[in-house]
């Protein structure tokens, strides 16, 4: 089955805090029909990040014609659960994640009670019918010892109740091959995300390549430091391997989902969504 396209809701993170609506029915009105949303504010709001009830934002979506299939939730903490998990069951969101997360460097403590944290999320989900998936950046590929700390969570974390939502870009970021990541982890893959990485960018690909020390402590303040907004691109117009990713991806029995996210953009963003919408119609594999 070809993949579905969709889009993660960060890349008009400006425009849809002003007008969430509005938004939303441009980006139905350009063809995107499956939606992920990233809640930053799971705090104060147990819905997708507008401040909208959970009545109201079904009844948005059911209007224009679209379906969540995922949210990052942040802070991501047991006693928020209840509400998040009550607000998506509304809204018909089987899966929610975590948006980010980083590991004092060298602590396979910190690290391994951090999975046991994610496989007690990952139960409390389970037990409403619904999944947890991990959502990685460029930090989950340092090695803690001889292995990387990506595989270190998959080891450390039951598969039957933490899934993967793998971000390519940031996996190639990471200095890894994501097809062969896709592959490797092919039964607990649920989403993909994909960026795109631009032919004239000041950073290598590579974030290890002389940009961060492959030994460093990577933390909020260092991730944002790093993180050049010209380094991404509308999604099918830069240098990333893309289709190999699509390819890659049939292997997996539980993934149906390509979500576009674009973090930064010269562009105005609904300008940029409409580009790499247009752009990814070259991709065989996939459903727009």
């Not at 993180?227 to 691109?233: L, M, N």
Request: proline content about 5%; charged content about 25%; hydrophobic content about 35%.
């Amino acid at each position: 089955m070809p993949l579905k396209v969709g889009i993660q809701l960060y890349s008009v993170k400006n425009a849809i805090a002003g007008n969430p609506r509005a938004v939303l029915e441009k980006l139905a009105e350009t063809g995107y029909r499956y939606v992920e949303a990233a809640n930053h504010n799971a705090g104060s709001d147990p819905g997708v990040g507008f401040g909208l009830p959970a009545r109201e934002m079904r009844q948005t979506l059911e209007e224009f014609g679209l379906k969540i299939v995922g949210c990052h939730v942040n802070p991501l903490r047991e006693e928020l659960l209840p509400a998040v998990l009550d607000y998506h069951a509304e809204l018909g969101n089987t899966q929610i994640g975590c948006d980010i997360e980083f590991y004092p460097y060298g602590d396979l403590d910190y690290l391994k009670r951090r999975c046991e944290m994610f496989n007690h999320i990952g139960e409390l989900c389970r037990e409403r019918g619904m999944r947890y998936y991990y959502h990685n950046h460029f930090q989950e590929f340092q090695r803690f010892g001889d292995e990387l700390v990506y595989d270190l969570i998959m080891e450390n974390t039951d598969p039957d109740l933490v899934y993967a939502e793998l971000d390519t870009y940031w996996a190639a970021r990471g200095g890894q091959d994501p097809a062969e990541l896709i592959r490797r982890y092919q039964d607990r893959v649920i989403l993909l995300h994909q960026k795109d990485f631009p032919a004239d960018a000041a950073q290598p690909l590579n974030m290890y390549d002389g940009v961060v020390d492959f030994r460093e402590a990577i933390d909020m303040e260092l991730f944002l430091r790093v993180k050049e907004p010209d380094g991404f691109t509308e999604i099918g117009t830069g240098t990333l391997p893309i289709q190999n990713y699509i390819e890659a991806a049939e292997s997996c029995p539980n993934l149906d989902y390509i979500l576009l996210e674009q973090d930064a953009t010269r562009l105005d963003e609904m300008e940029s969504i409409q580009i790499s919408m247009q752009a990814f119609r070259k991709f065989k594999g996939v459903e727009l």
